[in-house]
């Protein structure tokens, strides 16, 4: 039997079927079950079984949510008050928080109950979850390979059916790759959707918060909790949060998808490319119709990005320098060496090299030829969407070219690792929408199908994946416990 | 102290100093630039920062409108181009007391720029001085050194502070033209009310960039710059001694080294601050946590509407329409708080204009003075001093009296009429009284009074002297002069 929805556990929550308490235990007895996949670096059991009795309490007052009372699990990168929260990094290994993300102050309003926080790449930096301080993630499907990151133990956790969603954020596909690589449908709501504040900023410009289940509709759910303006987020939208869930059922009669050429490029698996044009055939079927399309610029998605965003990262981790929380070194000579130590024993190999690259890409004599050319480049990407839009309501592809790689695989070779999001960056470029959903298999790993879609229309997104699901069943396969 | 005091060295006619300012201004608002901090000052250390003030990950800054809103009032003061968007950019460097590692400045697109400035000098020259630009950015934190044995405590409460970086062009050429540069902005700061201007508390810093070229040069030459001098004193005093310093520098066959230097106040000199290894980058960029500052017409216009007429033409104002001296009309209009109490009583008395400031330049200004109180907190409002005015004019009173019975009011006796009356000090001004008075001062001194009628008119003031005496100076003085003359030419 699938694993239930987050309506059909509110259902059983409601009939008295199952408690709270009784949905908290058992995703804190699966997280210890499966502990090998090293999908949390915290598990908060304590905190879980008090949120849970409060949760049944609400809903035995009759001030149940659709949210009160399922758990879930928050990537270590949103802000917990007082749990610690360590961006994966040894930096912060010890920080505990003062405050609440937004994120996590709307879902305990919601009523969700937090069991723990998920494993992620340092600082989110990577696309295979090695990148980890406390170690790599595996993924459920098959623990040699990676689960795809930088979310990749809220992907991992999901997944194993340890919780029925997780958060996640995707600077460059962090949430839609992770997703992809474990089968999950993940959402990257627009910029500016999702209040940034109290998630630990990688690049301001391009981190989105979101979320990973099994379902569209699940997603709808939760995006319905954590979207909105927020004052304390000077880049959060101040326009009203569409109704998601009522917006599922919407028909796909009449839907002009653009399949974009370039997303299927050398580079891409043909199991991939098989299995996504499968899936738009289902589409079609249904009533959509597929326009090709070409995104000119998209071949330079990832050299803007690889620009732009370690360019934000090292101005951004300049705060961790030993003097006010975080790690600092044993016994410092003088500032200098405060600096220079603390900052090599807390950070990892590849959080270092984004902020030497980022560093170099702003120095004087450098700027114009690396950020300020990055930035125009972002423009012309943005600018493919906008023309792309105005032919096609979505734009659909592989969300990566490949299904999940093994393990070490591309850890000694950057490059490789970064042509991993070659299909995810642009969009994060564009601070559009876009969602990954299961799409099939290959060589009996999940490969997702992305669809993008204009600024702000998440729900065209939900319905169109929703309806997809409502014919597949690619997002309830799961994995076996052989992890 | 001016600029001829440095031409009593040989050789310096050859030279032209070439200065520009930096001026730091705190702008006053209740709470921080990016954070709902509190600015106020001297409070316990770390008290006043918040999340985003210490840089805790995951905290984002939010604009303060009113910090905007006062930059953009000074903008229009000095009638620049206010940039209807601006564009906030990341500093970025390593320094204790800079939380986040950056500080959050303005760059390539400030939200002031091409301003001008009339500045008067005090050889009574006007100047008009450019202003490049003006941008919001905030303050650094504190270092403090002397609290703990062996280690550097850090004071945040100043981080994220709001401050105006005023930015005059290289157009000053002179210790003199720089200092009075910088006084004419700290007048207009504090009457456009956007900073306290206290120097003491860091609330008005000056940066200084000097150079000097060969007098008729065109190029500039290599500056250096004088850093934090915290007043205007001291920042002549830097200005002349780096011109100083840099002339004898190239007359010897030196060359300027571009650095920052300190100034020392206890040796009137300047020195190189500790050699940075490597010139500073700052690899300023857009700060992707702000989007940029996008100002309509409409918020614009608003304050523009709400700008206060300024300093200068108020100057211009009371010389021109009210007929006051340049003198008086430029103390009156050396601080908004000075001109409101003026005006105040200028709009009781209108045909007044001059007594009006002698007034309040006068025993106001002596008696605030004296109290250490600033005028807005003066004990005598400007009705109350309009009142005992009035009766001066009217003869109720004397000018003698009057001061008394201002310091009485000062004291908080009362008000100027109870004062009056309490101390009987209504002018005689009833004829018959004053005559009778008259009358018996003649009879005492017969032999005075025939001296004067042959001719020795400085025998009058004797007899005023003597009627004073008898009506305990109560006796209105022209009332006084007119009869004595009468009753002795008749007599």
């Known amino acids: ?483 | 102290m001016t600029s001829s005091h440095v031409s009593h060295h040989t050789s310096h006619a050859a030279w032209q100093p070439v200065i520009g300012l930096e001026i730091h201004a705190q702008l006053s608002t209740a709470s921080k630039l990016f954070s709902g901090a509190p600015t106020a000052y001297g409070a316990e250390p770390n008290t006043q920062a918040a999340l985003l003030d210490v840089a805790m990950p995951g905290t984002l800054p939010v604009p303060n409108c009113a910090a905007i809103d006062k930059a953009i009032l000074f903008g229009l003061a000095i009638d620049a181009t206010i940039a209807p968007r601006s564009v906030f950019a990341r500093k970025n460097y390593f320094y204790p007391d800079l939380p986040k590692g950056y500080q959050i400045s303005q760059y390539e697109l400030p939200v002031v720029s091409r301003g001008r400035l009339t500045v008067r000098l005090d050889d009574g020259r006007t100047l008009t001085v450019a202003i490049e630009r003006a941008h919001l950015e905030e303050d650094a934190g504190k270092s403090v050194h002397d609290a703990f044995h062996a280690e550097t405590g850090i004071d945040l409460n100043r981080a994220g502070v709001p401050l105006l970086e005023i930015v005059s062009a290289p157009a000053l050429h002179s210790p003199a033209e720089a200092v009075a540069y910088m006084r004419a902005v700290h007048t207009l700061v504090r009457w456009l009310g956007i900073c306290d201007g206290n120097l003491q508390e860091g609330s008005f810093r000056c940066d200084a960039n000097v150079s000097v070229r060969p007098a008729g040069s065109t190029t500039l030459g290599t500056r250096t710059e004088i850093k934090n001098v915290n007043s205007f004193r001291f920042v002549e005093k830097a200005i002349e001694y780096e011109i100083e310093r840099q002339i004898r520098t190239l007359e010897n066959g030196g060359t300027i080294v571009q650095e920052t230097r300190l100034y020392d106040p206890t040796r009137h000199q300047t020195r190189a601050m500790r050699g940075k290894e490597s010139a500073d980058d700052y690899r300023y960029f857009p700060d992707p946590d702000l989007p940029p500052l996008i100002l309509d017409g409409n918020r614009v216009a608003t304050l523009r509407a709400a700008l206060p007429e300024l300093p200068e033409a108020c100057r211009r104002r009371y010389i021109e329409v009210l007929g006051l001296g340049e003198q008086e009309a430029g103390q009156l209009c050396l601080d908004r708080a000075t001109t409101e109490y003026f005006e105040a009583l200028l709009a009781e008395l209108p045909e007044e204009a001059r007594l009006c400031a002698n007034w309040v330049l006068g025993e106001l200004a002596a008696a605030l003075n004296e109290a250490g109180l600033d005028i807005a907190d003066s004990r005598v409002a400007a009705a109350e001093l309009a009142t005992l005015l009035r009766h001066m004019r009217e003869g109720a009173i004397t000018l003698r009296s009057a001061k008394d019975v201002f310091a009485a009011m000062w004291a908080g006796e009362g008000s100027a009429e109870a004062i009056i009356e309490a101390r009987g000090l209504r002018q005689i001004s009833d004829t018959g009284a004053l005559a009778a008075a008259v009358d018996a001062v003649l009879a005492e001194f017969p032999g005075q009074a025939a001296d004067y009628r042959r001719g020795n008119e400085k025998l009058l003031q004797f007899f005023v002297g003597q009627v004073m005496k008898r009506t305990r100076g109560q006796a209105n003085p022209q009332q006084l002069n007119a009869l004595l003359r009468e009753q002795l030419a008749g007599g």
Not at chain 1, 23 to 43: G, K, S, W
Not at chain 1, 117 to 137: C, I
Not at chain 1, 180 to 193: E, S
């Open chain 1, 1 to 483: 039997m699938p694993s239930p929805s987050l309506a059909e556990l509110a259902q059983q929550l409601a009939s008295g079927q199952i408690r709270a308490a009784d949905l908290a235990d058992r995703a804190l007895a699966r997280a210890r079950e499966r502990a090998a996949l090293n999908a949390f670096i915290t598990l908060t059991p304590e905190r879980a079984r008090a949120a849970a009795a409060t949760a049944d309490a609400a809903r035995a007052a009759g001030r149940a949510g659709t949210l009160t009372g399922i758990p879930f699990a928050h990537k270590d990168i949103f802000c917990t008050k007082g749990i610690r929260t360590t961006c994966a990094s040894r930096m912060l290994a010890d920080f505990v928080p003062p405050y609440d993300a937004a994120v996590a102050e709307r879902l305990d309003a919601a009523g969700a109950v937090l069991i723990g926080k998920a494993n992620l790449d340092e600082f989110a930096m990577g696309s295979s979850n090695e990148n980890s301080a406390f170690g790599a993630v595996r993924n459920p499907w098959d623990p040699e390979r990676v689960p795809g990151g930088s979310s990749g133990g809220s992907a991992a956790a999901v997944a194993a059916g340890i919780v029925p969603f997780a958060t996640g954020s995707d600077t460059g596909g962090s949430i839609r790759q992770p997703a992809a690589f474990c089968g999950l449908t993940g959402l990257k709501p627009t910029y500016g959707r999702v209040s940034r504040h109290g998630m630990i900023a990688y690049a301001s410009s391009l981190d989105c918060g979101g979320v990973l289940a099994r379902r569209a509709e699940d997603c709808a759910q939760v995006l319905a909790a954590i979207a909105g303006h927020d004052n304390r987020d000077a880049t959060s939208a101040p326009r009203p949060v569409d109704d998601y869930r009522a917006a599922l059922d919407r028909p796909l009669a009449g839907l002009r998808i653009g399949v974009a050429r370039e997303y299927f490029g050398a580079g891409v698996e043909d199991g991939v490319g098989a299995a996504v044009r499968e899936a738009l055939g289902e589409l079609e079927k249904r009533g959509a119709r597929l326009i090709d399309i070409g995104l000119p610029n998209a071949r330079h998605a990832i050299p803007a990005y690889y620009v732009i965003a370690p360019a934000e990262a090292s101005s951004n981790l300049a705060r961790y320098d030993g003097v006010r929380y975080g790690h600092r070194c044993a016994h410092p000579a003088s500032l200098e060496d405060l600096y220079s130590r603390s900052r090599a024993e807390g950070f990892g190999a590849e959080v270092k090299r984004r902020i030497l690259v980022g560093t170099y890409g702003l120095s004087a004599g450098y700027y114009d030829a690396y950020y300020l050319r990055a930035q125009r480049i972002r423009r012309l990407i943005a600018n493919d969407f906008a023309e792309a839009f105005r032919a096609v309501d979505l734009i659909a592809g592989p969300t990566a070219p490949t299904v999940a790689f093994r393990v070490g695989e591309k850890s000694a070779d950057p490059l490789a690792m970064y042509a991993a999001d070659v299909n995810t960056v642009a969009v994060n470029l564009a601070g559009l929408p876009a969602i990954s959903l299961p799409a099939g298999f290959s060589a009996g790993l999940p490969v997702g199908l992305q669809l993008i879609a204009p600024a702000f229309a998440e729900g065209m997104l939900l319905a169109v994946a929703h309806r997809f699901q409502q014919h597949t069943d690619w997002h309830l396969r799961e994995p076996g416990d052989s992890a």
